[in-house]
């Protein structure tokens, strides 16, 4: 008969209260990961999602540079999800136009996509190296051509996907061999024109608005005091326009996560702008790119009635290059 040690039982009870802890601080750790402000009904995905549907999905980088010297299908080429293919938006653009990646007609946007692949029942993921820049113009147009389409913004874009160390590959994407069948049915009413962001700016001078858009670029280029990247644009804002930097809408500190829907909410109250006016709101940048960052703000603050919020296409690249728009510069 073995003698009772007390040791032995001090012992087993320390190990059972250390595998207990273990245990706690794995539930917490995995409740942590799997905790999200925002669902694949948002159109946001994170990149376990995206991971745990490789090969089931359709991938898209969507990233574009202001920078001439960086070369986007270069990069692709040298570092991307796998499986993933280069959604062009200088090309899926009307190219006609002098103005940059402007709206394509439906017919070309459906040779496109389609060409890339794509059928409407797919399940469509954008996301860009920036973080959070360019794939939202991609999801637009999808949305504006197509409003069940099932396209979703990865969260946090290339610089979450790898700092999580997911797998990337690289080299030619794979060929299409198989055209897609895309039905597209556009809606104007998420689009404006110079003309009708003219319209807004005599409303706003005859007080019928309190507001006329809402401007993505950064501050000192709405300011004014800040020159603008593009060559002949002058620098500031339309008359009665509010400035939300599209850049505030992510959080470079956290793998350029977008922001919880308290903090998105905030940006919009910080320039008394309600979301639940009966007006549609219009987003501007400058060329119509980053305007699509703050639409996507609004649209994941729940602001989705059809004909509700809109993006003006041609945005500062048009409008600050006439000479008979009407611009201001911050006192």
């Known amino acids: 008969m073995r003698k009772y040690n007390p040791r032995s039982r001090n012992l ?26 925002y669902t694949p009904a948002d159109g946001v995905v994170d990149p376990e999602w995206l991971q745990q549907r ?20 270069k990069e692709f080429t040298e570092k991307r ?12 653009a009307d190219c006609q136009l002098k103005l940059p990646h402007m709206l394509p007609s439906p017919t070309y946007f459906k040779q496109c996509v389609e060409n890339m692949g794509i059928n409407d029942t797919d399940e469509i993921v954008v ?21 069940n389409a099932k396209v979703y913004v990865l969260n946090g874009g290339l610089p979450r996907w790898e700092s999580e160390k997911r797998p990337l590959e690289s080299g030619e994407a794979a060929p299409v061999t198989t055209p ?3 039905y597209v049915n ?11 962001v003219l319209d807004l700016i005599d409303e706003y001078k005859q007080g019928k608005i309190d507001f006329t858009v809402i401007d993505a670029r950064p501050k000192g280029r709405f300011d004014g005091t800040v020159p603008e ?23 470079p500190e956290k ?36 305007a699509c960052v703050d639409y996507f703000a609004a649209h994941l603050l729940k602001r989705r009635e059809p004909g509700s919020m809109a993006v003006y296409d041609g945005s500062w690249a048009e409008y600050g290059g006439k000479s008979y728009t009407p611009y201001e510069k911050t006192k």
């Open 255 to 290: 793998n350029f996560e977008i922001r919880p829907p308290e903090e998105l909410a905030k940006l919009f109250a910080d320039i008394k702008v309600d979301l639940h006016r009966k007006e549609p709101i219009v987003f501007s940048c400058g060329s119509g790119t980053t």
């Open 12 to 37: 087993i009870i320390g190990m059972l209260a250390s595998f207990r802890s273990i245990a706690l601080k794995s539930t917490r750790l995995n409740f942590a990961r799997a905790m999200s402000y």
């Open 180 to 182: 897609g069948h895309f």
């Open 81 to 92: 999800i796998p499986g993933a293919q280069f959604f062009d938006i200088d090309a899926v």
């Open 229 to 251: 990247a593009r060559p002949g644009l002058t620098s500031g804002h339309m008359p009665g326009s509010r400035n939300i930097p599209f850049s505030c809408v992510a959080n």
């Open 186 to 196: 556009p809606d104007y009413s998420m689009v404006r024109t110079l003309d009708q």
């Open 127 to 147: 996301y860009d190296t920036h973080g959070l820049f360019s794939a939202t113009r991609a999801w637009w147009m999808f949305r504006l051509f197509n409003k």
């Open 54 to 73: 490789l090969g089931k999905v359709r991938i898209f980088d969507a990233t574009l540079h202001l920078d001439p010297k960086r070369n986007a299908k």
